[in-house]
C-alpha cells in the first residue's frame, strides 16, 4: 500500500490545477486517470480562456468577473500558449442583438477586465472588414465590432500545468483502472490496475465521468452533473484571418477560430443534453449539420463548406452542475461538495471552465485547509 496526503481522480484541467495546488501547499499528492492527462473534456473545448462575454446576459456576473480575473492570470503566467486575441462581431441585419446592446455589453467587458494589456473594444472600418474577410458575405452588414480574449491550447494546458506539479514531487499515474474504493474513517484505499493506494482525502476530479464514478465506488453526493455535449467541426485551411464571435438567428452563439500554427479552423459549438454513459457518447449528424448551415448563412456561395469538407469532428461534454432532483437549476458555476467522515475528507468537483481552474483550486485548497 503507497500512503499520500491527497489522492486526485482525474487529471483534466481541474484535476491538475487541484493537484499542483495542494503539491505546492506541500501536501504529497497522487494524481489519477483512467486515459491520459487532458484526454477528457480538456482536449475538446473551443480553446478559449475568456470572460464569457454571453454570461453578461444571463447576469452571471461572478463568474465572468472570476474567468477575467483567471484570464489575466493565465496570460501572464504562460505566455507561450495563452494569448490575447482579437475576436471579431459582424452585426447584420437579421443579427438578433442590435448593434447598441452588444456596445453596452462590450463596454462592461472592458470595465471588467480592467487589464490595460488587453486592448479595448471598439467599431471596425467595415470596408477594410470586407476586405480581409473576403469570404464573408456582406450583404446586409450593418456594422463590425471587436473585442479582446484571449486563445490557448487546452490539452497543452493541461500538460504544462500537470508537469509543473511532477516538478513539484507530485506523482502522475495514467491508464489506471480504479477497481474499488473504500472509505471509512482511517481514509481512502483504492485498489487499481497500478497497485493499491491510501489518503486520507479523496478529491473526485472527474468531470462528466462524475456520476458514473460515484455510483460505481458508491461515494455520496449533494449535486448531480447535467451532461451537455457540444461538437467542432475542423476544416484544412483559414476561412478568416481572425477569431470570429458569430450569432444565429435563434439567439445562440458560435465561434470561428482560426488556428494559422494547423493551417485549420475550427468551428463550434453545439449544446445537446446527453443521458448516455460517456462511453456511449457521439456526435449527431443534426448538430454537424446546424454548425455547416449557420456558418453558411454568412459565407459568400463560393465559399461554402460541405459535409465533405470536415476533416474531422470532436465532442465533448460541459459537466454543468445540477442539484439532485431539480432539472432547472443549471449554472455555469461550479460547486465543491465536502463530505467528512472523523477527519477523512471526501471532495467532488462538479462543474469548472478551463478558464476558471487556479481559482477553483485555490478554494479547494481552502476547503481542505481546515482540516489539512
Ligand atoms: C464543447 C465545449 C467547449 C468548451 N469550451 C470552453 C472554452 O473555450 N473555454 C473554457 O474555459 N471552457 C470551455 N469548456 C469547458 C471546459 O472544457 C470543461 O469544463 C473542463 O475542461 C472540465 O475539466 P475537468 O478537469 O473538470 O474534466 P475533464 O477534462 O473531463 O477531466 C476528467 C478526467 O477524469 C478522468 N476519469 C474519468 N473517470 C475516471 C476514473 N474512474 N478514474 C480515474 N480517472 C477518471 C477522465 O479520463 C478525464 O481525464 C468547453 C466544454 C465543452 C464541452
Request: with cysteine; hydrophobic share 35%; proline share 3%.
Amino acid at each position: 500500500m503507497q500512503n499520500y496526503d491527497v489522492i486526485v481522480l482525474g487529471a483534466g484541467i481541474n484535476g491538475c490545477g487541484v493537484a499542483e495546488n495542494l503539491a505546492r501547499a506541500g501536501k504529497q499528492v497522487l494524481l489519477l486517470d483512467k486515459g491520459g492527462v487532458g484526454r477528457g473534456t480538456s482536449s475538446k473545448s473551443s480553446r478559449l480562456i475568456h470572460g464569457g462575454l454571453r454570461y453578461l446576459e444571463t447576469g452571471q456576473i461572478h463568474l465572468v468577473h472570476e474567468s477575467l480575473h483567471d484570464r489575466q492570470r493565465l496570460v501572464q503566467l504562460y505566455p507561450d500558449l495563452v494569448a490575447y486575441k482579437r475576436f471579431f462581431l459582424p452585426i447584420y441585419k437579421s443579427s438578433p442583438r442590435p448593434g447598441w446592446m452588444i456596445r453596452i455589453g462590450l463596454w462592461m467587458y472592458d470595465l471588467m477586465s480592467g487589464s490595460r494589456s488587453a486592448g479595448k473594444s471598439r467599431t471596425e472600418d467595415v470596408e477594410q472588414f470586407k476586405a480581409r474577410f473576403s469570404a464573408f458575405t456582406s450583404e446586409n452588414l450593418r456594422s463590425v465590432l471587436s473585442y479582446v480574449d484571449a486563445k490557448t491550447h487546452d490539452q497543452e494546458l493541461c500538460r504544462r500545468v500537470a508537469d509543473e506539479f511532477q516538478q513539484l514531487g507530485g506523482t502522475v499515474i495514467v491508464h489506471c483502472d480504479v477497481e474499488s474504493v473504500v472509505w471509512d474513517e482511517s481514509g481512502f484505499q483504492l485498489s487499481s490496475s497500478a497497485g493499491e493506494f491510501s489518503a486520507p482525502i479523496l478529491v473526485n476530479a472527474t468531470g462528466p465521468w462524475l456520476d458514473e464514478v460515484n455510483e460505481k465506488y458508491g461515494l455520496p453526493a449533494v449535486y448531480g452533473i447535467r451532461k451537455v455535449s457540444g461538437i467542432h467541426l475542423i476544416f484544412d485551411g483559414l476561412v478568416v484571418p481572425e477569431l470570429m464571435f458569430m450569432q444565429t438567428r435563434e439567439k445562440r452563439i458560435f465561434f470561428i477560430i482560426p488556428e494559422p500554427e494547423n493551417n485549420q479552423t475550427l468551428i463550434g459549438t453545439t449544446e445537446r443534453e446527453e443521458d448516455c454513459l460517456m462511453g456511449d457518447l457521439h456526435a449527431q449528424e443534426a448538430d454537424i449539420q446546424y454548425l455547416l448551415d449557420q456558418v453558411n448563412a454568412y459565407l459568400k456561395p463560393d465559399h461554402q463548406f460541405h459535409r465533405k469538407d470536415v476533416r474531422d469532428i470532436y465532442i465533448g461534454v460541459r459537466p454543468l452542475v445540477r442539484k439532485k432532483g431539480d432539472l432547472s437549476d443549471v449554472s455555469r458555476e461550479y460547486k465543491l461538495d465536502l463530505h467528512t467522515k472523523g477527519k477523512t475528507q471526501l471532495l467532488h468537483i462538479f462543474g469548472g471552465k478551463l478558464t476558471t481552474y487556479r481559482s477553483l483550486a485555490e478554494k479547494v485548497v481552502k476547503v481542505l485547509g481546515v482540516r489539512c
